[in-house]
Nanobody, 123 residues
Framework: VQLQASGGGLVQAGGSLRLSCAAS????????MGWFRQAPGKGREFVAA????????TYADSVKGRFTISRDNAKNTVYLQMNSLKPEDTAVYYC?????????????????WGQGTQVTVSS
């Protein structure tokens, strides 16, 4: 599976962005998918995850109520809608695919990663 993340950019605090992660291959619908982020000088941090059938979604406390993860298995794509963005959301955002199909919170559970997309929120 190859993952291609897109949709990052520069936005003012309070603004919105929608990230997309397009996957190659016919097995996308079997994978759990997650979004993580990494700010300069920090480790990779869990943001959100979704099970293979969208039946389960999990969010980091820092983004609950502001971010929404979704997926379209027909398009082999997972999305992260980010609203009410804050400067502390600034990071490179990565999407990951987990062959176990669950919405895993730990980066080590993920088997494939996209290249990352930069999100910068100005104050």
């Amino acid at each position: 599976v190859q993952l291609q993340a897109s949709g990052g950019g520069l936005v003012q605090a309070g603004g919105s962005l929608r990230l997309s992660c397009a996957a190659s291959g016919r097995t996308f619908s079997r994978y759990g998918m997650g979004w993580f982020r990494q700010a300069p000088g920090k480790g990779r941090e869990f943001v959100a995850a979704i099970t293979w059938n969208s039946g389960g979604r999990t969010y980091a406390d820092s983004v609950k109520g502001r971010f929404t993860i979704s997926r379209d298995n027909a398009k082999n794509t997972v999305y992260l809608q980010m609203n009410s963005l804050k400067p502390e959301d600034t990071a490179v955002y990565y999407c990951g695919a987990d062959r176990s199909a669950y919405a895993a919170l730990h980066s080590r559970a993920y088997d494939y990663w996209g290249q990352g997309t930069q999100v910068t929120v100005s104050s």
